[in-house]
C-alpha cells in the first residue's frame, strides 16, 4: 500500500503583481523554498503552494485556498498588523473578521491578485 502513499500536494497559484505578492507572502510568514525565476514555492509549517508570474483574472478571481491554523485570533491580529492598505493599497482585502460558521472559526482575506484565502481554526 505505501506505493500509493501521497506525500504532499501543493497548488499552483496567479500573481498580476508578482513581487508585491511575494512580499504580501513573505509578511504574512511563508518561506521561500524554490526561486525558478518565474514560480516561488512558498512554505510554511510544511505547508505549501507554488505562487506563478502569470495572471489570468478569471482564474485568480475563482481561485481560493484554505489555511487551517491553531490560533485563528492570532492570524488576524498578524494579518491587521501588516497594515494592508498601507503598504498593499486596495489590493489586500479582510472581507470578514474571525466568527464562528457551521461550528467552525473562520475569516476570509484576498490576496494583492484577488486569490480568495479561508482560514480555518482547527484542522
Known amino acids: 500500500m505505501d506505493d500509493y502513499k501521497v506525500n504532499n500536494i501543493t497548488a499552483f497559484i496567479p500573481s498580476r503583481h508578482f513581487h508585491l505578492s511575494c512580499r504580501f507572502y513573505e509578511a504574512l510568514g511563508f518561506v521561500k523554498t524554490v526561486n525558478l525565476g518565474n514560480a ?4 510554511i509549517n510544511q505547508s ?5 508570474d502569470y495572471y489570468v483574472k478569471e482564474w485568480a478571481e475563482n481561485c481560493m485556498l484554505c489555511l487551517y491554523v491553531n ?3 492570532c ?10 492598505k498601507g503598504g498593499y493599497g486596495e489590493l489586500v482585502k479582510v472581507f470578514s473578521e474571525p466568527h464562528e460558521d457551521n461550528g467552525s472559526l473562520i475569516m476570509n482575506m484576498a ?3 484577488g486569490v480568495l484565502w479561508h482560514l480555518y481554526q482547527g484542522q
Open 71 to 73: 490560533d485563528i485570533y
Open 48 to 52: 505549501s503552494f507554488w505562487l506563478q
Open 111 to 113: 490576496d494583492p491578485s
Open 40 to 43: 516561488i514555492r512558498y512554505e
Open 75 to 84: 492570524w488576524h491580529k498578524r494579518i491587521e498588523n501588516l497594515c494592508l
